[in-house]
C-alpha cells in the first residue's frame, strides 16, 4: 500500500496506554479530532481526522489510522489512511481486522499521508526513545 508505514519496536518496555495517550495528545494538538477503539488482545486503533485544507485533498470519509498491537516488549504501530469509522469507540476491534483498516489511496493522498506519518512516526520515535511511553 502506497505510504503506510509501520514501526516495530523490540525490547523497549513500552507502556501501550501511555504511548496512546501521547499519540491522542500529539494528534489533538496539531488539530485533529480523535477517535479510539476500546484495547483488546488484539490491539487499539486511533483515527484521527482534520477538516479545512483536508476536506480538498482527502475523501471526509477518510481519517489517518494508527493501529497499537502487541506487548511491551514487541509492539507495532502501524499508520495510514483509513475509512472513518463511527463509532469506533465502541466496535469491535475483531471486526475491524477483518475489514479493510487501512485503504490504498491515491497520488494527492499518498502525499499528505507520507507527510503526517513522517512526523507522526518521528513523534512516536521520541515517546518510545524518551522513555515517556516506556
Partial sequence: MVGE???VFDGKAVDLPALQKKIEDYLKAEGF??????????GTVIQAKKGGFLRGVVDADRALTIMIAGSPDHCT????????????GVAMLETLLLSDLFLVVDIAESAWNLEIESRLSKQIESFVGSGSAA
Fill in 77 to 88: 504501530v502501524r499508520i495510514g489512511i483509513g475509512k472513518w469509522l463511527q463509532h469506533l
Fill in 33 to 42: 479530532s480523535v477517535q479510539t477503539s476500546k484495547p483488546s488482545d488484539q
Fill in 5 to 7: 508505514k509501520v514501526q
